[in-house]
């Protein structure tokens, strides 16, 4: 009979929160009760009982994403200590990459991933602009809800529209926008000027559609080989580019991003 930890467990909330907790150099499941505590610093995000605490760890540790190291000496009798194993560390990084992909887990795993990225030191704006694409389609859907008797309704395409507003505000927070490192508005300056992009994914495209937000722009243009690309930017680097529906474009992917550059003399 196979050992659980020769599966690929079914983790939910709880499991991944601890084992993410553990992975940032947390050691005993007693700091991470207090973390996750009422009023703790991810409790104001999101609470889990000290028992369902232990019971996630012990959850961790079957499947081997955990193992004990040894003891420390605490008040009372002595924790144990915590280390995540290679596939724990693994299985954490995934998912702490992986966007949510239900409006209802914007409150809680969303929030969560976006402090303990922080915590990390792991880029913001790539995981914002792959968050923001995957609900694209969602907040489309209901933001076009066009009723006013029907509450639930009303309540669906209001919580659209304010998670739009806050992953758009994210994204208009970085350094230039969607890029942490300027690519959202210094790289199509870059192409613009008929630079040498580090870049390699570089298509020719014609632009389709131009989506206004409040702080940022959604330009979607149609690559010469057929395929829609979508490219999130600033509404700033949008009136630099001065973009318009049947505008040739250079879409340049990089990493989690694309943006979007402008050749001289091939603007339409």
């Known amino acids: 009979m196979p050992r659980r930890g020769a599966a690929d467990p079914e983790l939910g909330l709880a499991d991944f929160t601890c084992l993410a907790l553990i992975c940032a150099g947390h050691r005993h499941g007693w700091s991470i009760a207090k973390e996750l505590a009422p009023g703790g610093p991810l409790g104001r995000i999101w609470t889990l009982s000290r028992p369902l605490t232990y019971r996630a760890i012990d959850r961790l540790l079957a499947a081997e994403l955990l193992v004990r190291t040894g003891t420390e000496p605490g008040r009372g009798r002595a924790r144990r200590v915590l280390a995540p194993t290679r596939s724990g560390r693994r299985r954490a990084e995934q998912w702490l990459d992986e966007p949510v992909t239900h409006l209802r887990d914007v409150r809680t795993e969303l929030l969560l991933k976006l402090e303990l990225r922080a915590r990390g030191g792991r880029p913001l704006m790539p995981f914002v602009t792959a968050q923001r694409n995957t609900l694209a389609p969602i907040l489309d859907r209901l933001e076009r809800v066009d009723t006013t008797d029907d509450a639930v309704a009303i309540w669906r395409r209001e919580q659209a529209r304010a998670t739009r507003r806050f992953l758009d505000a994210l994204l208009a927070s970085g350094p ?40 940022v722009a959604t330009v979607t243009a149609a690559v010469d080989r057929g395929e829609q690309v979508s490219a999130v930017i600033t509404r700033s680097a949008l009136d630099d580019l001065d973009l318009v529906e049947g505008d040739r474009v250079v879409m340049i992917s990089k990493a989690a991003d694309t943006v979007v550059g402008v050749r001289p003399g091939a603007r339409r």
């Not at 508005?185 to 206004?212: C, F, K």
């Open 176 to 215: 230039s926008g969607p890029g942490e490192d300027g690519a959202g508005h210094d790289d199509a300056e870059d192409a613009s000027n008929g630079l040498r992009l580090s870049a390699r994914n570089q298509l020719g495209a014609t632009v389709t559609a131009v989506r206004l937000g409040e702080q």
